[in-house]
């Protein structure tokens, strides 16, 4: 069936270090690829996403790209800061708009 | 913007006790979802609407319904609530046309049942 796999957090960092939070997929057919994110106390927001091979989906200096070839979308930025700090969910969309989540992983970035 | 609107923020029910969690949209949207959120599980789908009246299972229904009267409303029942089902509960809509459509989220309500 189809499903998302992301590393496990929490992953710690400090202000300013480069991010790369790692998610690879299985899926039939060709799914459309998204990273949400949540903040405390707040429901998720998108924050990127991708819909075919190769595409790169950006945003708030996040990046990630679409790779067939290794099935993964792994979320990258060059600069963390304190207010990234949330739980990011990697998501692919099975048709239908439903979309089949990975378990989170929680960043916590120190100053 | 976008506003999903979820009626509580949080939720104490005693177990046996029959639980509505309502969830509001301003965007006219077509499709609407019922999300459970759980440590290490993730988001898993309870229910969807696609239209009013038109509802499907998603991956965990057994233990809730639903109900869309309007478009605009899609309401989750317990019909009688367990300890098992104390989670955060996410409310989401989005359009139905063609392409990758963004799911946008309500703030949740986290339940628990004593």
């Known amino acids: 069936g189809n499903s998302v796999t992301q590393m496990e957090g929490p992953v710690t960092l400090s202000e300013e270090a480069f991010l790369t939070i790692n998610c690879t997929y299985t899926?039939?057919?060709?799914?459309?690829l998204f990273w949400y994110v949540q903040y405390p106390g707040e429901g998720l927001q998108l924050l990127l996403k991708?819909?075919?091979?190769?595409d790169k989906g950006s945003n708030k200096g996040f990046e990630a790209t679409y790779r067939k070839e290794t099935t993964s979308f792994h979320l990258e930025k060059g600069s963390v800061q304190v207010s990234d700090s949330a739980v990011y969910f990697c998501?692919?969309?099975?048709?239908?708009?439903?979309?089949?989540f990975g378990t989170g992983t929680r960043l916590l970035v120190s100053p | 913007d976008v506003k999903v609107t979820q009626s509580s923020r949080y939720l104490v029910k005693r177990t046996g006790e029959k639980v509505f969690l309502e969830c509001v949209q301003d965007?006219?949207?077509?499709?609407m979802f019922w999300y459970r959120q759980d440590p290490g599980l993730g988001l898993r789908l309870i229910y969807f609407?696609?239209?009013?009246?038109?509802?499907e299972k998603g991956d965990i229904p057994e233990g809730y319904s639903v109900s869309r009267e309007k478009k605009e409303r899609f309401s989750l029942i317990l019909e009688s609530a367990s300890t098992n089902q104390t989670s955060m509960y996410l409310c989401?809509?989005?359009?139905?046309?063609?392409?990758?459509?963004?799911?946008?989220f309500g703030p949740g309500t986290r339940l628990t049942v004593t």
């Open positions: 989401a809509s989005s359009l139905s046309t063609p392409g990758a459509r963004e799911q946008y």
């Open positions: 899926a039939t057919g060709y799914p459309s």
């Open positions: 991708a819909t075919k091979a190769d």
């Open positions: 998501a692919l969309n099975t048709g239908f708009q439903k979309l089949v």
């Open positions: 965007m006219d949207h077509e499709n």
């Open positions: 609407s696609y239209d009013v009246k038109m509802k």
